[in-house]
T-cell receptor
């Protein structure tokens, strides 16, 4: 049982390049999330999904796209990377379907630098 | 959307009890209070969650007064390994909240020998 895994762990991009971050979970969770964390800013939600085939915008969605084609995978795409997207990206997953926020399980993070 | 306010940092010594208070004056009726712990270079880890009064698990206690405008995370007898950032979150699940469950800046706890 690996929990939540993220690929890659590190990446350096040039401005304007594109890339996809992959998140996978083996806990059969309905909900999945992508966050970014910048120094002194805490975690900010980019996009989330409440089930296979569904996605929704979070607090800071601009410049990112997501897809949830399979229940266990949640992909985060950067179409044209900008230096402002230099950050640590965390994926998380949780059960869903009730009024209380279920415990979120986080991946180890992806450190992205855009030059 | 309930905004949370926590101290930016706290210091403690091994063996002491640490209490971290979070203010959330505009908490909604259906909001829950959740605390996470984050070590450097790792994702956050769930500690405890509550709605009212007191909740206790094997690692912490959560005290919530009747008006629910604040909450206190209590860590008994901290050790050096409790040095981390602690986040207070207030809200419902994402489906009801519309994706606005926010972590905030957290409290950096430093435990000294």
């Amino acid at each position: 049982n690996a929990g939540v895994t993220q690929t890659p762990k590190f990446r350096v991009l040039k401005t304007g390049q594109s890339m996809t971050l992959l998140c996978a979970q083996d806990m059969n969770h309905e909900y999945m999330y992508w966050y970014r964390q910048d120094p002194g800013m805490g975690l900010r939600l980019i996009h989330y999904s409440v089930g296979e085939g569904t996605t929704a915008k979070g607090e800071v969605p601009d410049g990112y796209n997501v897809s949830r084609l399979k229940k266990q995978n949640f992909l985060l795409g950067l179409e044209s990377a900008a230096p402002s997207q230099t950050s640590v990206y965390f994926c998380a997953s949780s059960y869903g379907g009730s009024s209380s926020p279920y415990e979120q399980y986080f991946g180890p993070g992806t450190r992205l630098t855009v030059t | 959307l309930a905004k949370t306010t926590q101290p930016i940092s706290m210091d403690s010594y091994e063996g002491q009890e640490v209490n971290i208070t979070c203010s959330h004056n505009n908490i909604a009726t259906n909001d829950y209070i959740t605390w996470y712990q984050q070590f450097p270079s790792q994702g956050p880890r769930f500690i405890i969650q509550g709605y009212k009064t007191k909740v206790t698990n094997e690692v912490a206690s959560l005290f919530i007064p009747a008006d629910r405008k604040s909450s206190t995370l209590s860590l008994p007898r901290v050790s050096l390994s409790d040095t981390a950032v602690y986040y207070c979150l207030v809200g419902q699940n994402y489906y009801n909240q519309g994706g606005k469950l926010i972590f905030g800046q957290g409290t950096e706890l430093s435990v000294k020998p």
